[in-house]
């Protein structure tokens, strides 16, 4: 059990890589999360870089700092951040500001997790706490993400925060995602949605451990399913184009790390966990384009065929946005979206795709059922 390094989120292998590049910051970075260097060189020139580079520098502030509190206090409408405890048992939390005066208001609670062999303070790059600093929400960002600690928080939360308990979200990225998808599918009941980034996963996960943290096994069962059909939970999934994991199409067999690692992504096992995410939304299974089909280009990018699709640019990239439409006619839970040109990083839009669609959702106190808002 030991506190994970500080190397911008990457093993100290990955670090010593990006340090043999003649390019450093943001482009070697990049090149390591891409299946094509050149795309990692070519999304560090971009807009969508500069804007990543930006929030990465949080990572030069030390963790605990008045620049780091002063900088939370003044991004939008403000944000009081505090670290707690130590080493596995570390975590932060950021709560409005207006909380201090306005004791009768309640505020959205987001979890927002971290990637595999990332600090804590990493998930400060990922878009999701500077939406929270405008939406005014509470966000608490836990070193450990197994169930366990994400239960102890729930319990501080009930005692310390004034939490509207309706609106509670799971966010991550990469194994963060792999941690939202798992737990808010196992607890419903407690989640209103899901927010998962550059991750997808199956029905059955081996007990592991990784960073110092002890995973049990897990294992997606139809009961499970249904309960999670039955309640509803709202998920958005984004991916990109050359995630080096080989997440995108679908049928692509894994990449990278991918190949051995914790979370099993081969293709029929991808195609199980998008599934299961339909299954879950009140969706039929979904149709994947045999190869020489003729497809759109988000089905060219994700293998998979929608019921509707949109598309939309940020920073002069397009975002494809894939619908999962219920045949009852009731709402669209589920929304996919895949990021042309982009690799296994959050890109700058990540914390407002996944806000703007979660937050039309919350659970019902009564019924315990998902309700649109």
């Not at 003044?74 to 975590?91: A, D, I, M, P």
């Not at 299961?276 to 060219?300: L, T």
């Not at 699709?309 to 009852?328: A, H, I, Q, V, W």
């Amino acid at each position: 059990m030991s506190e994970k390094a500080d190397h911008l989120g990457l093993r100290k292998e990955d670090v010593d890589k990006r340090n043999e590049d003649e390019n450093q910051g943001i482009a070697g970075l990049l090149r390591l999360m891409s299946d094509d260097p050149e795309i990692g060189d070519a999304l560090a020139r971009s807009e969508d870089g500069e804007i990543m580079d930006h929030r990465l520098s949080l990572m030069a502030m030390p963790e605990v700092s008045e620049q780091e509190m002063r900088y939370w206090a003044s991004y939008e409408k403000g944000l009081h951040k505090e670290v707690h405890g130590e080493g596995l048992e570390k975590w932060a939390s950021f709560v409005p500001l207006s909380a201090a005066s306005d004791r009768e208001r309640r505020y959205p609670l987001i979890f927002c997790l971290h990637g595999a062999h990332n600090p804590i303070q990493m998930t400060e790059s990922y878009g999701i706490i500077q939406v929270a600093a405008r939406e005014e929400c509470i966000v608490i960002a836990p070193e450990n993400e197994n169930w366990e600690s994400i239960r102890r928080l729930l319990d501080v939360a009930k005692e310390e925060y004034p939490v509207d308990w309706r609106r509670v979200y799971l966010m991550g990225y990469s194994f963060g995602g792999f941690s939202a998808s798992r737990l808010g599918l196992a607890h419903p009941e407690i989640f209103a949605g899901i927010g998962m980034g550059g991750m997808l996963f199956a029905n059955d996960v081996a007990a592991h451990e990784l960073d110092g943290q002890w995973y049990e096994a897990y294992s997606l069962t139809e009961e499970m399913v249904e309960k999670a059909r039955r309640l509803g939970i709202a998920i958005s999934l984004v991916m990109g184009e050359h995630e080096m994991l080989g997440l995108l199409p679908i049928r692509r067999e894994p990449g990278g790390e991918a190949k051995d690692g914790v979370i099993p992504l081969k293709p029929e096992e991808k195609m199980t966990s998008f599934n299961n995410f339909r299954m879950v939304s009140g969706c039929d299974p979904a149709v994947f384009p045999q190869p020489g089909e003729e497809k759109n280009d988000i089905e060219r990018m994700t293998g998979i065929r929608f019921e509707k699709c949109s598309e939309r640019t940020y920073y002069g990239r397009r975002y494809l946005f894939g619908f999962n439409e219920r045949p009852d006619g009731g709402d669209c839970t589920f929304q996919t979206v895949a990021i042309e040109g982009m690799v296994h990083w959050p890109s700058s839009m990540f914390g407002e795709i996944l806000w703007e669609h979660l937050s039309k959702f919350a659970r019902d106190p009564e019924s315990g059922k998902l309700i649109r808002l």
